[in-house]
């Protein structure tokens, strides 16, 4: 544990974090800035947030870094985060090295052009074997999406004979999404105050613990996540039980 963080308590940290980071845009438009340098210094909070949850030991962190909405930015936005991106992971990568961190790409990926692409299956090949933490980064993702996506593969399935209709369980469809192996997140963090899940995994959020602040995304950093994670280990997890079942030690169902 982190020196600069005494009252966290290892036993009760989320395992899986998912943020939903937003507000560059608005955080550009306060200085006179155009959203692209909103977007630029998105990017340090983003090195921020990794380092910190990796130092702290949360084992899953899920960054909402482009939906399938934003496709329809202005052009020179896409292209801008886009290069953004590109510029991350190869920056970023030595030190995921260091730091254990497994990169992972969930999401409509192939979409992407295709010298981002070779940047993420390089990156992505390069940590694969990394188990200090799995980064999944969320690029043109889009819940519906991954369920209708998850839908097919298990209908193909079906037909190929490969599976029975009454082996279709919760935990069996969660094994066709792009999380499969990952524990769903524990806590889901919004920045920039708008209380909107905007189609982020939108099953595996379930019984997710939710937290939104005020702070613009640029402006987030590894301080305010730790105050989140202090809110976070005051609430009790009751996943439809009671709070006496809980207390008496009953298992989440
Ligand atoms: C939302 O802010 C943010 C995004 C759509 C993109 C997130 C991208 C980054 C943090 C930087 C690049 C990411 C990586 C992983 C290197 P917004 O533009 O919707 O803000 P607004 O609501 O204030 O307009």
Redesign the pocket.
């Not at 980071?21 to 955080?27: K, L, V």
């Given at each position: 544990m982190n020196s600069d963080n005494p009252a966290l308590h290892p036993e009760s940290l989320p395992q899986h974090i998912a943020i939903i980071?937003?507000?560059?845009?608005?955080?550009a438009k306060k200085r006179s800035l155009n959203?692209i340098r909103?977007?630029r210094e998105?990017?340090e909070?983003?090195r921020d947030i990794v380092r910190a949850c990796r130092e702290i030991g949360i084992k899953v962190l899920t960054?909402y870094?482009?939906?399938t909405e934003?496709w329809n930015r202005p052009p020179q936005e896409v292209a801008a985060?886009m290069k953004?991106?590109k510029t991350?992971l190869k920056s970023e990568s030595p030190e995921m090295m260091e730091n254990g961190i497994c990169l992972n790409a969930i999401g409509d990926i192939e979409r992407f052009p295709d010298d981002v692409l070779d940047v993420l299956h390089e990156v992505t090949e390069t940590t694969r074997k990394n188990q200090g933490m799995i980064l999944n980064?969320a690029l043109s993702y889009g819940g519906r999406h991954e369920i209708v996506r998850a839908a097919q593969h298990i209908a193909r399935d079906v037909e190929d004979g490969r599976l029975q209709p009454e082996r279709i369980t919760e935990e069996l469809f969660s094994s066709y999404l792009y999380t499969h192996g990952m524990p769903d997140p524990d806590l889901l963090i919004r920045t920039?105050g708008e209380m909107r899940i905007s189609n982020f995994l939108l099953w595996q959020i379930a019984y997710t613990e939710i937290s939104v602040t005020e702070t613009?995304?640029p402006e987030f950093r590894r301080e305010e996540l730790i105050l989140i994670l202090r809110d976070y280990q005051k609430r009790e997890r009751r996943f439809g039980l009671t709070g006496d079942q809980i207390r008496k030690g009953s298992r989440r169902p």
């Open positions: 980071m937003d507000g560059n845009g608005r955080w959203r909103g977007h998105g990017t909070s983003v960054l870094a482009f939906s934003n985060l953004l991106l991350f980064l920039s613009l995304w």
